[in-house]
């Protein structure tokens, strides 16, 4: 599976939208972008994920540029209960092995 | 929303005992998963299984971790002979069929805490 690479952390104000940067220049054509976050030490919770197209769903939205090298989570609206660790996971295991790294820790400031 | 039920939240035990972690499913989901994560490190991959067999394992699942389904609904990871270094949360998921797009769904963890 492809690596990913995101920035350690960021700040966003509440209500406003965040933007998570990812980096996965080695993504081959069958893999799946996905986004998890992990609040607190809860276990890791699914947001979206996509192919190539960009995504939308209640909770974020997921653009993915044509290249697929790169991809950005967007919260619109953030809210305190967004704070968080961000994790961007490429993935093409028919058996569902994702494998994490570091992600991105989201703090949601008033 | 369904959800994967994880229990107990906490466990404690002495080293070298056997513990077994206990996990419900989403009930129509086929592929059962654990993952594990040590204060503060990544989560890491620890075991696949589907059709009453283990389909991937990573190197952490070495002798002494287990997987079974024993009923319909259950699904446990078993640890041998605990040791220090197996104190982390335990992470059960599942989902409901095979391929890459398809979501995991995770369970809130048992914390595991080795003396």
């Not at chain 1, 960021?10 to 054509?29: F, K, W």
């Not at chain 1, 569902?96 to 949601?108: E, R």
């Not at chain 2, 996990?23 to 059709?51: A, M, T």
Request: charged share 20%; net charge negative.
């Amino acid at each position: 599976d492809a690596k990913t690479t995101q920035p350690p952390s960021m700040d966003c104000a509440e209500g406003r939208a965040a933007n998570l940067p990812c980096n996965h220049s080695t993504i081959s054509g069958n893999e799946y972008v996905y986004w998890y976050r992990q609040i607190h030490s809860q276990g890791p919770q699914y947001i979206i994920h996509g192919l190539k197209n960009n995504e939308t769903n209640e909770m974020a939205s997921l653009i993915i540029t044509e290249d697929r090298k790169s991809s950005t989570l967007i919260l619109p609206h953030a809210t305190l209960r967004d704070t968080a660790v961000y994790y961007c996971i490429v993935s093409s295991s028919n058996t569902g092995k994702l494998i994490f790294g570091q992600g991105t820790t989201l703090q949601v400031k008033p | 929303e369904p959800e994967v039920t994880q229990t107990p939240s906490h466990q404690v035990t002495q080293m070298g005992q056997e513990v077994i972690l206990r996990c419900v499913p989403i009930s129509n989901h086929l592929y059962f998963y654990w993952y594990r994560q040590i204060l503060g490190q990544k989560v890491e991959f620890l075991v696949s299984f589907y059709n009453n067999e283990i389909s991937e394992k990573s190197e952490i699942f070495d002798d002494q971790f287990s997987v079974e389904r024993p009923d319909g609904s259950n699904f446990t990871l078993k640890i041998r002979s605990t040791k220090l270094e197996d104190s982390a949360m335990y992470f059960c998921a599942s989902r409901v069929d095979q391929g890459a797009n398809e979501k995991l769904f995770f369970g809130s963890g048992t914390q595991l805490s080795v003396l």
